[in-house]
């Protein structure tokens, strides 16, 4: 059975006392996670460790970078390794949001070395996929999150693609207040897990975790992860305030 995550992205928000409020209101909660499911908090680096005594390794809730570096190590100043990270106690890294695409450049090939260095440092990628507004107005989606997948995926062994999360995130539907809708966003996900299925197998393809990310809500959080190929959510906005993403976390 794969897993259903819902992960909050901060992005660059909050400061430290702010950080600490929302993990203990998160925490307070009492969300009871069936087995197989994981809630993932996405930090800035200068909050991990915080974050993670807090969190003090409650069953079911993970730790995550929001990006790592490309490099191994060196002389890469305000750079990030993921070794660094492995080595205070990280699990997930998101890597390939289209904030990072887009404002840091990241291609496919970049990604594709941040992903082996991630998984050489026992840390599980989080790699975002998704089209802008031109291609899907142009309907050409499902080639553009394939060269996507191919380019930053492909090179990756069946037993390495076993620590993958893949989040499909519409660029048209990132802060903008739209949501792909449940239909469009099944699609999608459909189609990554044939495209999956085509290159590792039938079984790599059903364990996969594919997460929907875009101004996932509360509010239309139930119709997405009720889709058959939708395993949870990567949320942006929502994920800052803790009643909602308990809202969103209750849907999984
Ligand atoms: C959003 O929900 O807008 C996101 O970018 C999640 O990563």
């Known amino acids: ?29 009492g969300l009871r996670l069936k087995e197989g499911q994981e809630v993932v908090l996405a930090t800035p680096f200068p909050y991990l460790l915080k974050a993670k005594s807090l969190l003090k ?8 970078a929001q990006n790592s570096a490309s490099e191994k190590s060196g ?6 390794s993921a070794e660094m990270l492995s080595s205070i106690g990280v699990d997930y890294v ?6 990072r695409r887009e404002y840091f450049q990241e291609s496919n090939a970049t990604l594709a070395k941040k992903i082996d260095l991630a998984l050489a440092n026992n840390i599980k990628p989080i790699f975002c ?21 191919e380019e930053s995926l492909y090179h990756l062994t069946e037993e390495q693609l076993k620590n993958i999360v893949i989040a499909y995130e519409p660029i048209w539907a990132i802060g903008t207040g739209l949501t792909a809708s449940a239909a469009q966003a099944q699609d999608m996900h459909a ?19 594919i997460l929907y990310g875009g101004s996932a809500k509360p509010s239309n959080a139930g119709e997405l992860f009720a889709c058959p190929d939708v395993d949870g959510g990567l949320i942006g906005g929502a994920s800052l305030v803790a009643a909602d993403f308990q809202a969103i976390i209750s849907h999984l």
Request: net charge positive; proline share 2%; aromatic share 8%.
């Open 1 to 29: 059975m794969r897993k259903k995550i819902v992960a909050g992205n901060w992005k660059m928000n909050l400061t430290l006392g702010q950080a600490e409020q929302l993990i203990n209101d998160i925490l307070q909660a």
């Open 57 to 64: 390794n409650t069953p079911g809730f993970y730790l995550a």
């Open 75 to 80: 002389a890469y100043t305000g750079e990030v």
């Open 94 to 99: 998101i890597l390939g949001h289209s904030e």
């Open 129 to 149: 996929c998704g089209e802008p507004l031109e291609i899907r107005k142009a309907e050409k989606q499902n080639e553009y999150v394939a060269k996507q997948l």
């Open 191 to 209: 189609f990554i897990r044939a495209q999956i299925a085509a290159k590792y197998g039938r079984e790599a393809a059903l364990n996969i975790t």
